[in-house]
């Protein structure tokens, strides 16, 4: 039973495109994440949310916009695809005060052409 | 701000070698250290974690102490299998900053272990 579940695992689209990643946590944690990896494995956090509430944004384009239905859902929107876009996509949760013990989901890779 | 160096890698060793991945950091409070693992085509698994100074976090083997002194957090093991060949990333966080502690990440570095 996976416990940080992503779809789609892989996506392939041209650039202008708009697309969506979905992830769902069963951990029944309060605080979910997105991060990025690029070609280089190098990660960097895009948002945080805390009970569905936006925690942080760290300078991220308009064109990403994140949406948590409930605090077991975090999907991220991704308007206008670039091709600077391309890097898998991870979804992590943690419980509220144990903010640097994260669980990640398998990763979404999107692949814009 | 927090900031995390890792060594440059990527490592190469054979099976049952020592290993050593040098992880520094500079954080402005008092930051919990951890190491994670990403195997390939999976997300990342918290390896081991250390919260104050001279806390050592083990797990699977692996090793490292929180040393403020030298403000390092370097990761062991004393003796790599096959099945070790991962990318592994040295992290922080600022349990200070409350609801928006967030993990700071290193580079990473790619172990390969030859059997």
């Known amino acids: 039973d996976t416990a940080v579940s992503q779809t789609p695992k892989y996506l392939v689209t041209q650039m202008g495109n708009d697309k969506s990643i979905k992830c769902e946590q069963n951990?029944?944690?309060?605080?979910m994440y997105w991060y990025k990896q690029d070609s280089k494995k190098f990660l960097k956090i895009m948002f945080s949310?805390?009970?569905?509430?936006?925690?942080i944004n760290e300078t991220v384009p308009n064109r990403f916009s994140p949406k948590s239905p409930d605090k077991a859902h975090l999907n991220l929107h991704i308007n206008s695809l670039e091709l600077g876009d391309s890097a898998v996509y991870f979804c992590?949760?943690?419980?509220?005060?144990?903010?640097?013990?994260?669980?990640f989901g398998e990763g979404s890779r999107l692949t814009v052409l | 701000g927090n900031s995390v160096t890792q060594m440059e890698g990527p490592v190469t060793l054979s099976e049952e070698a020592f290993l050593t991945i040098n992880c520094t950091y500079t954080?402005?409070?008092?930051?919990?250290l951890f190491w994670y693992v990403q195997y390939p085509g999976e997300g990342l698994q918290l390896l081991l974690k250390?919260?104050?100074?001279?806390d050592k976090g083990s797990n699977k083997g692996f090793e490292a102490t929180y040393r403020k002194e030298t403000t390092s957090f370097h990761l062991e093991k004393g003796s790599v299998q096959v099945s070790d060949s991962a990318v592994y990333f040295c992290?922080?966080?600022?349990?200070?900053?409350?609801?928006?502690?967030?993990?700071?990440f290193g580079k990473g570095i790619t172990l390969s272990v030859r059997p």
């Open positions: 992590a949760s943690s419980q509220q005060g144990a903010a640097g013990e994260l669980f």
């Open positions: 951990l029944g944690h309060d605080t």
């Open positions: 949310y805390n009970n569905k509430e936006l925690i």
């Open positions: 954080a402005t409070g008092y930051p919990s």
């Open positions: 250390a919260t104050k100074a001279d």
């Open positions: 992290a922080l966080s600022d349990p200070s900053t409350g609801a928006n502690s967030k993990l700071t």
